[in-house]
């Protein structure tokens, strides 16, 4: 209940705060599932037997994952009104708060792009890999690295997010 999310007054106030409040829930559960998608690729790194859980553990986020984005395409479209607003997107190229907020957008795009890669070609692959009979160590070191790279773009994130919650919003310039 605190920062830009909680600083909205008059009607659209309560929209504002719910739309914030989505935003983070939904940025946690994917930090959170690639945290545990992470710890999955290094016990099946190590042990190839626990490959199967790793490839049902993916397959079955895939539906939620893709939720999670829309909520935080919804949320963040929300938030953009009530920071940046219709008038004020000429000024995304000429302020701070402006230029990191583009540089968050495009972490989340690099983000996006990692996790269809994973769930379209890398989730397929090692599921392709699990009916062979090599172990499917390719298939999981291939995972685990794009994991890394998207666990990589979600902290830089977070830390363009704190910067960004330190900064008067373009709408209040």
């Given at each position: 209940w605190m920062g830009h999310g909680a600083a909205t007054e008059g009607p659209g106030g309560g929209l504002h705060l719910a739309a914030d409040i989505a935003h983070l829930a939904a940025a946690a559960v994917w930090v959170g599932a690639l945290v545990f998608f992470l710890g999955l690729a290094g016990v099946s790194r190590r042990d190839a037997r626990q490959a199967p859980t790793f490839h049902a553990a993916l397959a079955g986020f895939s539906g939620i994952g893709s939720g999670v984005v829309a909520v935080l395409v919804a949320?963040?479209?929300?938030?953009?009104?009530?920071?940046?607003?219709?008038m004020g997107v000429a000024a995304l190229v000429r302020t701070p708060y402006g230029l990191l907020l583009?540089?968050?957008?495009?972490l989340f795009g690099a983000m996006v792009v990692l996790a269809a890669a994973n769930r379209f070609r890398l989730t397929?692959?090692?599921r392709e890999a699990?009916?062979?009979?090599?172990?499917?160590s390719t298939a999981v070191k291939a995972l685990r690295r794009s994991l890394v790279l998207e666990l990589s773009a979600a902290m830089?994130?977070?830390?363009?997010?704190?910067?960004?919650?330190?900064?008067?919003?373009?709408?209040?310039?």
């Amino acid at each position: 209940w605190m920062g830009h999310g909680a600083a909205t007054e008059g009607p659209g106030g309560g929209l504002h705060l719910a739309a914030d409040i989505a935003h983070l829930a939904a940025a946690a559960v994917w930090v959170g599932a690639l945290v545990f998608f992470l710890g999955l690729a290094g016990v099946s790194r190590r042990d190839a037997r626990q490959a199967p859980t790793f490839h049902a553990a993916l397959a079955g986020f895939s539906g939620i994952g893709s939720g999670v984005v829309a909520v935080l395409v919804a949320s963040g479209l929300i938030n953009s009104w009530f920071l940046v607003g219709p008038m004020g997107v000429a000024a995304l190229v000429r302020t701070p708060y402006g230029l990191l907020l583009l540089l968050k957008l495009v972490l989340f795009g690099a983000m996006v792009v990692l996790a269809a890669a994973n769930r379209f070609r890398l989730t397929p692959a090692l599921r392709e890999a699990l009916v062979e009979p090599a172990p499917p160590s390719t298939a999981v070191k291939a995972l685990r690295r794009s994991l890394v790279l998207e666990l990589s773009a979600a902290m830089a994130l977070v830390a363009v997010v704190a910067w960004l919650g330190r900064l008067a919003p373009i709408s209040a310039q």
